[in-house]
């Protein structure tokens, strides 16, 4: 398998998160809205909404952190190949995670169903592909 498709496809893939980290990390609980997301939040308690918008966006930035080890992991995957599997982990639980949602049918909603197929199928995919690269 080609290393040089794989780093192509982990310099895409870390763009991707990055774009989505961003956009949370900036915009924090309502967004940057770069995905076209509407307004759905009316706050009720100030203090409290600020301190868990301050968490999602610290879950933005770490997110960020990831896409960035994946442009690193561009430059050499064999050499970074165990960080870059413990990226594709950690993508991959989060999309297990999703599973935990009150009401399972989002889960399977058209604006979640792509990154969930890359979550669970994409990132599984990359780590075996991965795992096969030699120097």
Known sequence: MSSALFRIVLVLSGAAVIFLALNVALGG??????LG???FLSVTDE????????HVRFFGGLFAGLGLLLFLAATDPVK???ATMLVFGAIFVGGLARFSAPDISVVFAPEIVNSLAAELVLMPLLAFWLSRLSR
């Open 37 to 39: 997301e509407r307004p």
């Open 80 to 82: 970074y190949r165990q």
């Open 47 to 54: 203090a409290q909404y600020a301190l868990i918008d301050n």
């Open 29 to 34: 609980i309502p967004t940057m809205g770069w």
